[in-house]
């Protein structure tokens, strides 16, 4: 790792003046603070906040990053996050990444910055933060990935089986005799690329089932884009009938959008979503939903974190990938398709 020195050194400059440039740079003359910003990036030198309180010991934080803060299922991962490492005198600091490794990038600089013992990570979509996490593992930073991990990456992760989630709600569909069933968001390797969109097409396909290219709408993972999308999706000619939303937050942008077109679930439409939070059990009716299991999830993450800070974690050891079980909660609004009838509204 780089230090002040080292960017004094190269930019022919005193310590002091390397300093003044980080904190005073106004005092610089152009040319000497140019050199002295042109030495950090070469070195890809980073300030420790807290190097002071550390001296002489070592940090009791750990950094979490979420994808979105007032979603339900980071708040509980948080939640429990922070009471597992509480017991163990950690301290939890929170950042949020709105899904978007570029957004992520400053944020993991930030929690650096603060010296945290490891980071665990809902990465966000994009290659923006990749090359900077290898670079902070490299330096002896624990990462740990939860909720969605990166096609390659080689850190150690916590996540729902999504893929046997999402074979089991279209299985679940299917049963009741839906064809036309349309997930609220379609894969893509850059906007949405995870687990649950790109397995959709392929359990469809498995039970001779078709996604009509209508149906087929690449989008966030947003409360606003998901009414948005059911809108127009029931719109069509030939609307599906049967939506399953990738998570809660989008299960209440298509609860919104169903009530204004005057539909009623389940009657003229079925609806399923990912996320057991606890709206879809308190609607008319009461929302079918694949629950994950969020509180373990976070406990086993914490465990890892704890393990490797307080046990070590060898260079060769492989990085360990933990999937867990999702469950099929079944409620009131799900029921076999209306035949030969318009589900589209008004």
Same mark, same amino acid.
């Given at each position: !790792?780089?230090?002040i020195?080292?960017?004094?050194r190269?930019?022919?400059?005193?310590a002091?003046?390397? +300093?003044?440039a980080?904190?005073?740079?106004? +005092?610089l003359?152009p040319?000497t603070?140019a050199?002295? #910003?042109?030495?950090i990036?070469?070195?890809?030198?980073?300030p420790?906040v807290r190097?002071?309180s $550390?001296?002489g010991?070592h940090?009791?934080?750990?950094?979490?990053?979420v994808?979105?803060?007032?979603?339900p299922?980071f708040a #509980?991962?948080?939640?429990?996050?922070?009471?597992q490492? +509480? @017991?163990a005198d950690?301290?939890?600091?929170?950042?949020e990444?709105e899904?978007? =490794?570029r957004?992520?990038?400053?944020?993991?600089r930030r929690?650096?910055?603060?010296?945290?013992?490891?980071i665990m990570?809902? &990465?966000g979509?994009?290659?923006?933060?990749?090359?900077?996490?290898?670079?902070l593992?490299?330096?002896?930073l624990f990462?740990?990935?939860?909720?969605?991990v990166?096609d390659?990456?080689g850190?150690p992760?916590v !996540?729902l089986?999504?893929a /046997?989630?999402m074979?089991?709600a279209?299985?679940?569909l299917?049963?009741l005799g839906?064809?036309r069933? =349309?997930a609220?968001?379609?894969?893509d390797?850059v906007v949405?690329?995870?687990?649950r969109?790109?397995?959709f097409? /392929?359990? !469809?396909r498995?039970?001779?089932?078709?996604?009509?290219?209508?149906?087929q *709408?690449?989008?966030l993972?947003?409360?606003?884009?998901a009414? @948005?999308l059911?809108?127009?999706?029931l719109?069509? %000619?030939?609307p599906?009938?049967?939506?399953?939303?990738l998570?809660?937050t989008? =299960?209440i942008?298509a609860?919104q959008?169903?009530?204004e077109?005057g539909l009623?679930?389940?009657?003229?439409?079925?609806?399923?979503?990912?996320d057991?939070y606890?709206?879809? =059990?308190?609607v008319?009716p009461p929302?079918?939903?694949?629950?994950?299991?969020?509180?373990?999830?976070?406990?086993?993450?914490v465990?890892?974190? $704890?393990?490797a800070?307080e046990?070590g *974690?060898? @260079?060769?050891?492989? @990085? /360990?990938h933990?999937?867990?079980?999702?469950?099929?909660?079944v409620r009131?609004?799900?029921a %076999? &398709?209306?035949q030969?009838?318009?589900?589209?509204?008004?």
């Amino acid at each position: !790792m780089s230090t002040i020195q080292d960017v004094a050194r190269l930019a022919g400059v005193s310590a002091t003046t390397a +300093k003044r440039a980080l904190r005073d740079p106004d +005092k610089l003359t152009p040319d000497t603070l140019a050199r002295v #910003q042109a030495a950090i990036a070469q070195l890809h030198y980073e300030p420790d906040v807290r190097a002071g309180s $550390l001296r002489g010991g070592h940090s009791r934080t750990v950094g979490l990053v979420v994808a979105s803060i007032v979603e339900p299922f980071f708040a #509980q991962f948080a939640r429990a996050a922070a009471r597992q490492l +509480k @017991a163990a005198d950690y301290t939890l600091i929170i950042s949020e990444n709105e899904y978007s =490794a570029r957004l992520e990038l400053p944020e993991l600089r930030r929690l650096y910055g603060q010296r945290v013992a490891a980071i665990m990570l809902r &990465p966000g979509y994009g290659p923006d933060s990749r090359e900077y996490l290898e670079r902070l593992s490299g330096r002896g930073l624990f990462i740990l990935e939860y909720d969605y991990v990166p096609d390659r990456s080689g850190f150690p992760s916590v !996540m729902l089986d999504n893929a /046997q989630a999402m074979r089991e709600a279209v299985a679940y569909l299917h049963g009741l005799g839906h064809t036309r069933i =349309a997930a609220l968001g379609t894969y893509d390797p850059v906007v949405h690329p995870e687990g649950r969109s790109r397995t959709f097409p /392929q359990a !469809m396909r498995e039970r001779g089932l078709d996604v009509p290219p209508e149906y087929q *709408r690449v989008t966030l993972l947003t409360e606003e884009r998901a009414y @948005a999308l059911t809108h127009e999706l029931l719109a069509l %000619p030939t609307p599906p009938s049967a939506l399953i939303a990738l998570t809660g937050t989008q =299960a209440i942008g298509a609860f919104q959008a169903i009530q204004e077109r005057g539909l009623r679930l389940p009657g003229d439409l079925s609806l399923l979503t990912f996320d057991n939070y606890p709206w879809t =059990a308190l609607v008319e009716p009461p929302i079918t939903v694949i629950e994950q299991p969020v509180e373990q999830m976070a406990e086993l993450a914490v465990s890892a974190v $704890l393990r490797a800070l307080e046990e070590g *974690r060898p @260079a060769h050891e492989p @990085a /360990q990938h933990t999937v867990l079980p999702g469950r099929l909660i079944v409620r009131g609004s799900c029921a %076999p &398709p209306r035949q030969h009838q318009p589900v589209s509204g008004r």
